[in-house]
C-alpha cells in the first residue's frame, strides 16, 4: 500500500518530518484482529488524558509549549510524547530548584536565628553585673532614659529607687570580701524576688542598687522599700553557725513628674532622699552624752555641707558665710544657745536642696527661664524633705522650708507672713539678702557693705523682719570687714555663746 493510498505509515512519515521525530512511538491494535470497542475507548482516554495532563505540566511550570500530537486516523492513534518527556524534565528541574531555593533559605533562616541570639547572650552579658546577675550601671541609665521618654509621652507615673547597701565596709574588714560577695549576692536575690512585675532592678556601684518602677507613684515606690527592709530583717543574708549577718539598706525615692521632669533631676532626688535616710537610720543614741551627740550631729551637718560642696562650691562657701552670720545674730538678739545652734545648722544647710537641681540650671550662666526658675524654686521644699527625718535638724528643716519667704507675704514656696515664719527663717533672709548684695556675681558687681546695710534697713518691716534688721545693723558696725570668712567659723561664736566648741562645717581650703 502506498502513501497515495492512505498508507497510515506514509501520514505517520509525513508528521515525523514535521514535528523532527526519527523514532515515533506507534500504537496500534492489532492488524489480524479488529479492536473492540472497549480497549479503543481506553487508548483514546490515556491519549486525552495525557493531553490533559501535559497542559496542566505546561500551565504550572511556564518552561515549554507542550509537543503532544495525538493522531486518529483510520482506528490508528499515534502519540508523540517527546514534548512530554522534555516537559516532566523541566518540571523536575523546577522542583529541585524551588527545594534547593527552600532549603537555603532555610539555611539563612537559621544561620540568622544562631546569630541573632548570640548576639542576644552576648548583649545579655554586658548589660549584667556578674555578681549579682542584675543589670549593670549602663543598662540602668539607657533604660531609666527610655521609660522616662515613655513616661513623658503617655503622662503616667515613674518611680526610681536608690539604694546603699549600709556597712558593707563593715563587713568585708571583719568577715573578708568573699563574704561580702555572698552578702551582695544575696541582696540582689532579695531584691529581684521583692520588686513588681515589671520592675528592672541593677546594681550600680560597690555597694549601690536602683529599681526602675514604670507606672509607679510616689506611695508604690514607698511601700518597695518598706517590703524590702521587712524582707532583710526577717531573713540573715549570710550564716555560718557563729555569726548572722542581717544587711540594713538606706533607699531614696524619686520619679517623674513629681521628682523632677528628666534623668538628671529624677536622680538628683532620689539621691538626696537616699542621703537623709542614710542619716536618719543611723539616728542617736539618747543615752550618750551631750558632748558625744553633739559631736555626732556636727559630723553630719559637716557631710551634708561637704555633699552640696561636690555639687556647687559656690553655693557651699555662701553657705559657710551666712551660717556664722546669723549665729552672731541670733545671739544679738539674745536666743538661747540651742536656738543659736539650731540656726546656725539651717543656714549652714540652706541650700542642701540644691542637691536635687539639674547641673544645667545650677551652673546657667544667663538667667533662668519660666521653667527653670521654677525647678530652682524647688530647693527649698526639697532640703525640708531631706532634713525633716533627722531628729536632730527637724527645727532646722523647717527654717531650711521658709527661708525664702518674706515678711510682706511675697516669698516662697508657702507665701508665709511675719510671724508664720520661723524666726530662724527671718534672721537668715537678712544676712542671706546682705552676703548675695555684697558677692560678686557674673551679671553685676558686688555691693560695699555700707551699701547693702542701708539696702537692708530701707526694707525692714517689709521684706524684713525689723527686730531682726536692727541686731543685724549692731552687728555689721562692730564686726571687722570680712570677719564672717574666717575658717573657724563655729568657735568664736560657740565660746560667746555657750555652745560646745566646733569645728567648722565643710570647712576645707578652696
Known amino acids: 500500500m502506498t502513501a497515495d493510498d492512505g498508507d497510515p505509515a506514509g501520514t505517520l512519515a509525513e508528521h515525523q518530518t514535521a514535528v523532527g521525530h526519527t523514532q515515533p512511538q506507534l500504537i496500534t491494535p492489532d492488524e489480524e484482529s479488529p479492536a473492540d470497542e472497549h480497549g479503543q475507548a481506553g487508548s483514546m482516554g490515556r491519549a486525552f488524558l495525557l493531553l490533559r495532563l501535559a497542559g496542566v505540566v505546561s500551565i504550572v511550570s511556564g518552561l515549554t509549549l507542550l509537543a503532544t500530537l495525538g493522531i486518529l486516523e483510520g482506528g490508528w492513534i499515534v502519540v508523540v510524547s517527546m514534548g512530554l518527556f522534555l516537559t516532566c524534565v523541566a ?7 524551588r527545594w534547593t531555593r527552600k532549603m537555603m533559605q532555610a539555611e539563612r533562616d ?19 553585673d556578674d555578681l549579682t546577675q542584675l543589670q549593670n550601671r549602663r543598662f540602668f541609665y539607657e533604660r531609666l532614659e527610655e521609660e522616662l521618654e515613655k513616661a513623658e509621652r503617655s503622662r503616667k507615673n515613674l518611680s526610681v529607687a536608690m539604694m546603699d547597701v549600709d556597712d558593707l565596709k563593715a563587713i568585708n574588714d571583719e568577715f573578708g570580701h568573699q563574704v561580702g560577695d555572698v552578702v551582695l549576692h544575696q541582696f540582689g536575690r532579695i531584691l529581684n524576688r521583692t520588686v513588681g512585675p515589671g520592675h528592672v532592678t541593677a546594681r550600680i556601684g560597690g555597694d549601690e542598687f536602683a529599681v526602675i518602677m514604670p507606672d509607679a507613684d510616689r506611695r508604690e515606690a514607698d511601700q518597695l522599700a518598706w517590703r524590702l527592709w521587712d524582707e532583710l530583717s526577717a531573713v540573715p543574708v549570710w550564716e555560718n553557725g557563729h555569726a548572722n549577718i542581717y544587711l540594713g539598706v538606706s533607699i531614696g525615692v524619686g520619679g517623674y513628674p513629681w521628682g523632677g521632669t528628666d534623668l538628671e ?71 538661747d544657745p540651742e536656738k543659736v545652734l539650731e540656726i546656725e545648722y539651717a543656714a549652714a544647710l540652706h541650700d542642701i536642696g540644691k542637691i536635687g537641681v539639674a547641673d544645667s540650671i545650677l551652673r546657667k550662666a544667663a538667667a533662668l527661664d519660666e521653667e527653670e526658675w521654677r525647678d530652682m524654686r524647688r530647693h527649698s521644699e526639697l532640703g525640708y524633705e531631706i532634713l525633716k527625718g533627722i531628729d536632730f535638724l527637724r527645727d532646722a528643716a523647717e ?35 546682705y552676703d548675695a548684695m555684697t558677692s560678686r556675681r557674673p551679671y553685676r558687681h558686688a555691693m560695699s557693705r555700707e551699701r547693702a546695710a542701708i539696702e537692708i534697713a530701707t526694707n525692714s518691716g517689709t521684706q524684713f523682719d525689723s527686730t531682726v534688721v536692727e541686731a543685724f545693723l549692731v552687728m555689721i558696725r562692730r564686726s571687722p570687714e570680712g570677719w564672717f570668712e574666717e575658717k573657724s567659723a563655729y568657735g568664736p561664736v560657740a565660746k560667746r555663746t555657750g555652745v560646745p566648741q566646733r569645728r567648722p562645717v565643710g570647712m576645707r581650703d578652696g
Open 265 to 335: 533631676e529624677v536622680i538628683h532626688w532620689a539621691d538626696a532622699k537616699l542621703y537623709a535616710n542614710k542619716l536618719e537610720r543611723k539616728g542617736f543614741d539618747q543615752s550618750d552624752s551631750v558632748a558625744s551627740n553633739n559631736r555626732l550631729s556636727s559630723a553630719v551637718v559637716d557631710v551634708l555641707s561637704t555633699a552640696l560642696d561636690i555639687r556647687d562650691k559656690m553655693t557651699h562657701r555662701h553657705a559657710r558665710r551666712v551660717s556664722r552670720m546669723a549665729a552672731v545674730v541670733a545671739r544679738e538678739m539674745g536666743l
Open 91 to 97: 518540571l523536575a528541574g523546577e522542583i529541585l530548584l
Open 399 to 433: 527654717i531650711v522650708w521658709a527661708h525664702h519667704e518674706r515678711c510682706d507675704g511675697k516669698g516662697y514656696p508657702r507665701g508665709l507672713a511675719g510671724e508664720e515664719i520661723p524666726l530662724g527663717a527671718r534672721v537668715f533672709a537678712v544676712v542671706d539678702a
Open 110 to 128: 537559621r544561620a540568622a536565628a544562631i546569630f541573632l541570639h548570640r548576639q542576644t547572650e552576648l548583649q545579655d552579658i554586658a548589660s549584667r
